[in-house]
């Protein structure tokens, strides 16, 4: 180990004046059997730094054959190894500038031992949870229904929340609200969708049901609902359609939901296009208007990310196109859709490029990045950078 004296002499060499430096000289040395591959190092924001310091985790996320992933409790980060032309040395105890007090009035030495060292650290970059895997999943087994006398439910792959933090690359925050959205049950403890033609049956009751009954759709009373339904569908499968259609609240002691006319309209829209591949949009209309209960307005706006219009068709069309159904990378996205139409109206291909929008970023900014504009009829159309295969 260097002395004092040592290091006033390169101190001298290296034409530095002592008054300019710190009294504590730290004097550094590896421990033995140190390499690069002992330590990882991770740059934090404020945010994940306060998460560590709360006592919380970080998870590191992916099967063999995805790109890890970082996730918190609600957020999700990509991960990059970023070189460096320094070297980081991992020091424990080391104490910066800002942390010594010079009480000393004369030099003295420290000597701390290197505990490992990077040429290169994990950088931190939020991303856009990717959870279309995770209605994928879920649709390897449906719920189709209670199991009928003699017949035995299918047991595979049935996924609980475990399983599912082992297999998305996303925070179980994201996880939940992406449940919710795709309208998923816990049964038996295991996170279920419904099969979409058992879902539409539950739904076809209940609206069946505030018909006969000339409810307001915005006042459906649960308990009555489940007295009327009970011997047709399990109370679980009422109250979980209620849930996933419509906002519950309680007034006088009981408990009501006011179905959400616009899911309850995309719903059926849905039901309607699943089976054709494109639809009179004039008559789809008039069907669409006749489908839903009593009360509800049906609207084209209704079926932004769900379906398309074509308007330059003769008779005007309208088909099923889910945003859920194309692809999660954005280039690819870009791609899937110029095959599908070749120019776009900024209003037709927002709803399908909306998902894909990161922290901060807009539409029109990815449209700038991925699409060419041009004017069609006085009217701006987006089609592909380069040529696309069809």
């Not at 009970?230 to 309680?250: A, V, W």
């Not at 079926?303 to 945003?323: F, H, N, Q, T, Y």
């Not at 592909?384 to 295969?389: N, Y």
């Amino acid at each position: 180990m260097r002395t004092l004296e040592e290091v006033q002499a390169t101190v001298q060499i290296a034409k530095l004046r002592e008054d300019d430096l710190q009294n504590t000289i730290h004097c550094l040395s590896y421990g033995e059997n140190v390499s690069s591959a002992d330590y990882c190092l991770m740059e934090l924001d404020d945010t994940l730094c306060k998460h560590i310091e709360a006592g919380k985790s970080l998870v590191i996320r992916g099967d063999k054959d995805e790109r890890a992933v970082l996730c918190s409790g609600d957020k999700t980060y990509d991960l990059k190894i970023a070189d460096t032309s320094n070297l980081l040395l991992f020091v424990p105890g080391c104490k910066t500038p800002d942390q010594l007090t010079n009480s000393q009035e004369n030099s003295h030495l420290v000597h701390t031992q290197i505990w490992g060292f990077c040429n290169s650290y994990w950088e931190l970059r939020k991303q856009r949870p990717k959870l279309k895997k995770l209605k994928k999943l879920l649709m390897e087994n449906p719920y189709e229904g209670p199991a009928l006398r003699g017949q035995e439910e299918n047991t595979e792959h049935r996924y609980t929340m475990r399983d599912l933090l082992d297999r998305i690359q996303a925070s179980e925050e994201e996880i939940q609200t992406h449940l919710q959205t795709i309208h998923a049950c816990q049964i038996d403890g295991y996170w279920r969708v419904l099969d979409f033609d058992y879902e539409m049956k539950v739904l076809g009751y209940v609206t069946q049901l505030v018909d006969s009954e000339s409810w307001s759709f915005n006042k459906v009373p649960l308990e009555t609902s489940v007295e009327e339904l009970g011997l047709l569908e399990p109370r679980e499968m009422i109250e979980h359609c209620l849930n996933s259609y419509g906002k519950r609240y309680t007034e006088n002691d009981q408990v009501f939901y006011a179905l959400d006319e616009d899911n309850v309209c995309r719903a059926m829209a849905m039901l309607l296009l699943q089976n054709a591949v494109k639809f009179n949009l004039r008559e789809f209309q008039e069907v669409w208007q006749q489908s839903v209960p009593e009360g509800m307005g049906t609207r084209l706006d209704q079926l932004k990310s769900l379906a398309l219009v074509d308007r330059s068709s003769r008779p005007e069309s309208i088909a099923l196109l889910r945003v859920d159904d194309l692809p999660e990378d954005t280039l690819d996205r870009f791609n899937h859709l110029f095959t599908l139409r070749e120019k776009w109206t900024e209003e037709d291909i927002t709803p399908y490029i909306q998902d894909l929008c990161g922290e901060k970023q807009t539409t029109g900014a990815l449209l700038t990045k991925y699409a060419r504009s041009s004017m069609q009829n006085g009217i701006k159309v987006f089609n592909s950078r380069r040529p696309i295969a069809t």
